[in-house]
């Protein structure tokens, strides 16, 4: 088993070995290899001639005159022979002399130049530039090495314009949102505030719509109360008439009496003319008469006087009247103010509700407000953490990429490119597609 692990081991060895040789060495080797199988093949060739000459000269002698003829023929060909073998030898030499110098010049030289270009790309170091060579091999390998060196240096370039760009870009957006955070936060305080204001101004409120019922409340009783004394001065206005009405029917009572005294007077007077012409027999009916004279004369005054207090009591009465039918239509006008105040309390009282359920609703919203505006808040720290990563991950990326050593003015070549890049694409750009596009922002805008 041991064996057959080191036999499966050796080809595995020798494999190894074998790609780990330099290719010089290779070379050398094959070279060698070659030079040493023509030395060897060019030597055993000289021996064997040399055998064949020494053996056609020790058989010339017994040949006679054919012998001599054909060792001379073949010390002519052996000597050809040795010079061509001698030429070959030389020209083998020189092949393989060639061979090394070719390989050397355009295989090694230029493979240690590749080699030493990625030794300095693997340092960072893009700014030797690789000059193409040939159209052979090697010379497409220089090409592809210099395409992969140039796309290499405009890769970092563009990196490291993307990675200050975005740096900048995290570090605005950082600061936009931090002085957002501060606005936010001060939108958030104001909120706060305003919605212990609006709690203040719905206790007012609902302390004023109290108050409104309150009032309104009074205000029916005031009204049902303005109504009694209404009914109670109509009531009066109606007794006040009547009473007018029984002066007009004792003055009327008083004419008569007064009309009466006026008749017994006159009565009195005849009675008394007549008594006088009766001489002593009408003494005594002139005495009844002068009494009944003196009686009318008296009920005559009587009457001036209760008419001159019914005619002051009708005056009093007018007045009292007058008095009462303008407290009538004071408190018919009282009553119907109290009825407007009483309507205008309720319709105060419903506005003071109304009111109230607006100011329930408004703080509802400012409460809705202060949770969006914390949630904002939230998202907008977040939004600063993830900047501030954003902002350290493109520093990294700048001191990673500042290891790159480009070549002169590979940043203002690419930066000119994405220039162009960008000018063509806004002069590809159609007047519609401007449009559409303004419709479109227009239309996120509304949203």
């Not at 002399?97 to 230029?110: D, E």
């Not at 009282?334 to 506005?351: G, Y």
Request: net charge neutral.
């Amino acid at each position: 088993m041991a064996g057959e692990a080191y036999g499966g081991q050796r080809p595995r060895r020798v494999r190894q070995r074998l790609q780990d040789m330099s290719m010089r060495t290779s070379w050398m080797l094959v070279l060698g290899t070659f030079l040493t199988l023509l030395i060897v093949v060019s030597g055993l060739s000289l021996f064997l001639l040399d055998q064949s000459r020494t053996a056609v000269a020790e058989l010339a002698p017994h040949a006679g005159e054919v012998g001599a003829q054909t060792q001379r023929d073949f010390i002519a060909t052996a000597d050809v022979i040795w010079l061509a073998i001698l030429g070959a030898l030389s020209f083998g030499i020189l092949a393989a002399l060639l061979v090394v110098w070719g390989v050397t010049s355009n295989v090694l030289r230029p493979l240690q130049r590749v080699v030493a270009s990625f030794d300095a790309m693997a340092y960072g170091n893009l700014s030797v530039p690789l000059e193409r060579a040939g159209r052979n091999e090697i010379g497409q390998l220089f090409n592809a090495v210099a395409a992969l060196q140039q796309r290499l240096s405009r890769t970092i370039a563009m990196v490291r314009l993307s990675s200050e760009a975005v740096h900048r870009g995290a570090k605005h957006v950082a600061s936009v949102n931090k002085s957002f955070r501060t606005r936010i936060e001060q939108q958030a305080s104001g909120l706060r505030r305003t919605a212990a204001r609006m709690d203040r101004i719905s206790s007012t409120v609902k302390q004023n719509a109290e108050h409104a019922r309150k009032a309104s409340r009074l205000a029916q009783e005031a009204a049902e109360t303005a109504g009694a004394s209404g009914k109670v001065v109509d009531q009066l206005i109606v007794t006040m008439r009547e009473i007018s009405q029984g002066s007009e029917q004792i003055t009327d009572v008083i004419k008569v009496i007064d009309s009466i005294a006026s008749q017994t007077n006159m009565l009195a007077l005849n009675a008394a003319v007549e008594a006088a012409r009766a001489g002593e027999q009408g003494k005594g009916f002139g005495a009844v008469a002068a009494e009944v004279h003196d009686l009318a004369g008296r009920s005559a005054e009587a009457a001036t006087q209760i008419r001159a207090l019914v005619d002051a009591s009708v005056t009093r009465i007018g007045t009292g009247t007058d008095s009462a039918d303008k407290a009538g239509h004071a408190m018919a006008e009282i009553v119907r103010a109290v009825h407007q105040v009483n309507q205008l309390m309720d319709e105060m009282a419903s506005a003071s509700r109304e009111q109230s359920q607006s100011i329930d609703r408004v703080n509802c919203a400012i409460a809705e407000m202060d949770q969006v505006t914390r949630q904002n808040a939230e998202l907008v720290k977040q939004d600063a953490q993830a900047a501030d990563q954003v902002e350290a991950e493109a520093e990294r990326l700048k001191r990673v990429v500042a290891v790159f050593k480009l070549a002169p003015n590979a940043e203002e070549r690419v930066a000119d490119a994405r220039y162009d890049e960008a000018a063509s694409w806004v002069e590809s750009l159609r007047p519609e597609d401007l449009q559409y596009d303004l419709h479109r922002k227009a239309s996120r805008r509304k949203r």
